[in-house]
């Protein structure tokens, strides 16, 4: 995987989540409070979880 691509890929994430706060600004406001509230633990899991797919994915993918 090149530089380009990874700027692209960035660039995809971005916009994908720009569209929440776009289009939902108060659902995502109720997101975002709802996920605070949340023990860090479980935050850390889901965020090791959400890495891990996107290590796989690259890998399948590269």
């Known amino acids: 995987m090149n ?5 692209l890929a960035l ?3 971005l916009i994908i989540e720009g569209l929440g ?3 939902f600004p108060k659902k ?8 605070s509230r949340q023990p860090a633990a479980t935050l850390q899991r889901l965020g090791g ?3 891990l797919v996107g ?4 890998i399948i993918f590269s």
Do not use: K, R, S, T
């Open 28 to 35: 995502w406001q109720l997101y975002l409070a709802e996920m």
């Open 21 to 23: 706060p776009l289009l």
């Open 49 to 51: 979880g959400l890495a």
């Open 11 to 13: 660039g995809l994430v």
């Open 3 to 7: 530089g380009q691509a990874l700027l």
């Open 55 to 58: 290590a796989v994915i690259l």
